[in-house]
């Protein structure tokens, strides 16, 4: 327990804790800057010099009381991955793109699971659920590097289209196998069939709310309102979701899938995108609380045997779509790359998985997710940089261009 909460108000500490985190999410992100990481990396590690582990500068009670957050952040990442479902993409991306997408995505998944049962004698529950989340891939460090180097053409297209469409397929993966482990083994119809009408429902509700919002959102409304309905709604399916304990993912992507297609309003996206860096710092840097740094010894080898098997399930899937599609070989040969980082979709599924396991597998994954998400993240920019270097885009070393420097015509 922090001396500093001694004979404090519970509301008192709440406000100063929630002050505290936000403060050192902000000052170890100056360092972060500093060493050209993403912000990520540095709320994560804010959150575990503070936390319990190390510092335990905020109680625990207070760091217990903040998953609500988590479901928060949630509904936020997957109404924002729902806006790439417009039409017009689909027809784009087409077949190619999907293709690649499911072998790089599942194929990371599935060698992940199998390591585990296979080779570590770890329960399937918790190795269905550690192969699920190893789909996701975090765009921003990829975002990041294109950004800085200004590159166009192809390969980056492609590699935009699949790191669109991947987050997308984490997220109907984990739904799928987080239902199948949440009915514990059990034979019987019902604990089958109603979490996925659970989950079909509230995706319908998804989609009645996009369209209320559609209705809501005229060009009249100003733009304080038009903020204030979005999140209220968005907060809502996913208090409704909660309530029913399922999974606010789907239904939440499906929200914003449905209102991008219904009213092509991209500015709502981008005032959310506004609104969310303050509840995603908190994210990140309680996630960073929650770590069990005691954990990183004891389960040190699952974690790099899960760090080595994702990157090598990641680059053999982008390599085998490519070739089955017929890219281009430079292509072929460097897309895995690009898809090593993994951070905000996967921390919040490790959330979610926890709950469903017991505890001992449950802070195990969280620990593994969170320790791994740092070390994607460091060498996420990296493995960008060499990918769109050696698959041609970047010419010359000489070539790169401070981030927001504007290229001569």
Known sequence: ??????????????????????????????????LRLPNVSGY???GILI??????????????????????????????????????????????????TLLESLLAGALVTAVMILVFRLEVPFSLLLGAIATATAPASTMMTIDQYHVRGPFVNLLLQVVAFDDVVCLLVFSVVSTVVSAQGTVRLETVLLPLLYNGGMMLLGAVFAFLLSR??????????????????????????????????????????????????KVIYHQINSFSP??????????????????????????????????VGKYAGAFLGCAVTGVDRQSRNWLGMALVPQAGVAIGLAHLGRRILPPEYGNLLMTIILASSVLYELIGPACAKLALFRSGVIQKPQEEKPAGAKSKA
């Open 216 to 265: 809501l959102l005229t060009s009249s409304r100003s733009t304080d309102n038009r903020l204030i309905l979005a999140i209220a709604m968005l907060l809502g399916l996913s208090g409704i979701c909660t309530a029913l304990e399922v999974s606010p993912l789907l239904s939440c992507m499906v929200f914003g899938a449905v209102y991008i297609n219904l009213t092509h309003d």
């Open 51 to 100: 936390g319990p582990g190390v510092l335990g500068l905020i109680p625990k009670e207070t760091v217990s009381g903040m998953d609500f957050i988590s479901d928060v952040a949630l509904a936020f990442i997957a109404f924002g991955v729902g806006r790439f479902f417009k039409k017009e993409v689909l027809r784009e991306a087409g077949f190619k793109v999907i293709l690649i």
């Open 278 to 311: 303050p509840i995603l710092s908190l994210f990140f840097v309680v996630s960073g609380m929650n770590l069990d740094v005691t954990a990183l010894t004891a389960f040190g080898s699952i974690g790099v045997v899960y760090f080595l098997v994702r990157i």
């Open 1 to 34: 327990m922090p001396h500093w909460e001694l004979g404090m108000s519970r509301q008192a500490v709440i406000l100063l804790s929630i002050a505290i985190i936000l403060f050192a999410g902000f000052l170890m992100t100056r360092l972060t800057k500093l």
């Open 44 to 46: 994560i590690m804010a």
